[in-house]
């Protein structure tokens, strides 16, 4: 059952094949046998098999939908009503959300069953899923290796089997590059597309929530369920929801395909060179033409993100200061050392690392050097996107600069971490929609193509991403101690 898509399971469930509460319980099986993964902050199985058993009551009722009964997870960023939202942070390990999150009432609408909360980096910052306070969650194609992150739970979730599908969040590529490394289907929608309201913020401007699932297929009808305008969220895109499946099966005949110059650059590893190369020649096969475009401020990116994300994650996590909710240091002196000692016991490294980087950027003296400075380089990349769009439909590069790398391998450098996201981090600047898609693999790591749109196009990506996997079977390949 563990194999299966969303369609084919609810086929199985409206069919009798399988009730949810049997459907559940075996993922709950599979969650409790492969501990060692370390995918789940908290696994909530009774509530989860109450849910089931209200799913098959709607499906003998002939009222279920297609995501009625289907066993997921959310990444633990996502506010859910009763139980531990932590972020992955010592500072919300005691927190018990009041309300759920617009994104997490949509899927329970849809008769999701959720199976817990799903491992993370630390307040999203992060590119491995290390920095999480509850330890690292681990590759299922070698568990020597990261996942990414930050959505690093909710890829090994996916990819492992321990979820039928995962929601993720998406900054600077914490949806696309765990979904590379870990062989699946991440799609990262238009800024907006989807509700942040209650969705914990890294950086507002940026962060962006989407589904992680096996197949483009599944993550359309995921997206059907997640998007919409939320009067809830002051950033929430009043666009009408497009029919994701309607056109999924388009052909692609005349479709242009645009490779920027700057991605495919000799500093581009060999083999995910050939991946790419691999790939692009089936789309050439499928009817697409191959055009090479510039974007001269893509190298700009990266300095770019980490002063205007760590800008705004400093202003964001100024709320937790141990006075209405997460850690409070013990026996503190006075307010100060509240404050001080709060956040110095219950904020990580990175995070610190992130928040002083922020502080910096934006005091007096420095806001236009650096914050200023970022906002109109941002400003450049959103052009040289725009123009390349009006020449092709969308623009494929690599999601990563190699597959994954070793656990702790780049912990004491940074710099080198935060460049695991060079291919990612513009479009999240932009505000573009796009996804990920397994191309093959390296070493027998997995190994992703991006795919890139224009706002509010997500139709199109899915459709491109759809029709490439009707003729490959790098979306099947299942890491085989999980299968």
């Not at 993550?219 to 939320?230: E, V």
């Not at 309607?246 to 060179?273: H, R, V, Y």
């Not at 932009?430 to 749109?453: C, E, K, M, Y």
């Amino acid at each position: 059952m563990h194999s299966q898509t969303i369609s084919q399971l609810a086929h199985g469930l409206r069919s009798g094949q399988f009730s949810s509460v049997e459907l559940t319980q075996h993922f709950l099986e599979r969650i409790k046998r492969y501990p060692e993964l370390n995918a789940y902050i908290t696994v909530t199985d009774q509530p989860a098999l109450q849910t089931a058993q209200l799913a098959d009551a709607k499906i003998a009722a002939g009222t279920a939908g297609l995501l009625t009964g289907i066993p997921m997870a959310h990444k633990d960023i996502f506010c859910t009503q009763g139980v531990k939202t932590s972020c992955a942070s010592k500072m919300l390990d005691n927190f018990i959300a009041p309300y759920n999150a617009t994104l997490v009432d949509k899927l329970d609408q849809a008769g999701a069953v959720m199976l817990g909360k799903l491992n993370m980096d630390e307040f999203a910052m992060g590119s491995s899923n290390e920095t999480s306070f509850y330890g690292a969650a681990k590759n299922p194609w070698d568990t020597n290796k990261v996942p990414g992150g930050s959505s690093g739970g909710s890829a090994v979730a996916v990819a492992a089997q321990l979820a039928v599908y995962a929601t993720g969040t998406d900054t600077g590529g914490s949806i696309r590059q765990p979904a590379a490394l870990c062989g699946i289907t991440g799609l990262k929608p238009t800024y907006g597309r989807i509700s942040r309201y209650g969705m914990i913020a890294y950086a507002s401007s940026l962060d962006q929530a989407g589904p992680m699932a096996r197949s483009a297929e599944d993550a359309a009808i995921l997206l059907q369920a997640m998007a919409g305008f939320d009067p809830k969220d002051s950033t929430s895109a009043d666009v009408p929801v497009a029919d994701y499946l309607a056109d999924i099966n388009q052909p692609l005949q005349g479709l242009t395909i645009g490779l920027p110059k700057e991605f495919f650059a000799e500093s581009l590893n060999a083999e995910m060179a050939g991946v790419l190369a691999t790939a692009i020649a089936e789309y050439q096969k499928l009817g697409a033409t191959i055009k090479d475009v510039s974007m001269p401020n893509l190298k700009l990116a990266i300095p770019a993100y980490y002063v205007i994300a760590s800008a705004e994650c400093s202003a964001n996590l100024s709320r937790f200061d141990g006075v209405r909710f997460g850690h409070r240091c013990q026996n503190a002196q006075d307010l100060t050392d509240l404050y001080v000692r709060s956040r110095g016991e219950a904020f990580g490294k990175e995070v610190k690392r992130r928040i002083l980087m922020g502080t910096y950027a934006l005091s007096a003296g420095y806001y236009d050097a650096y914050y200023l400075k970022a906002q109109k380089v941002r400003r450049l990349i959103s052009e040289d996107f725009s123009k390349a769009l009006t020449e092709v439909d969308v623009i494929m590069s690599p999601v990563t600069p190699s597959p994954a790398f070793g656990i702790g391998e780049k912990l004491a450098d940074p710099i080198e971490m935060y460049l695991a996201d060079i291919y990612t981090i513009a479009v999240n600047l932009a505000g573009l929609p796009a996804l990920s898609v397994p191309a093959g693999f390296i070493n027998g790591l997995p190994a992703g193509l991006q795919i890139i749109g224009n706002y509010f196009q997500e139709a199109k990506l899915l459709n491109v991403a759809h029709r490439y996997q009707q003729v490959t079977d790098w979306h099947h390949q299942q890491p085989q101690k999980f299968s």
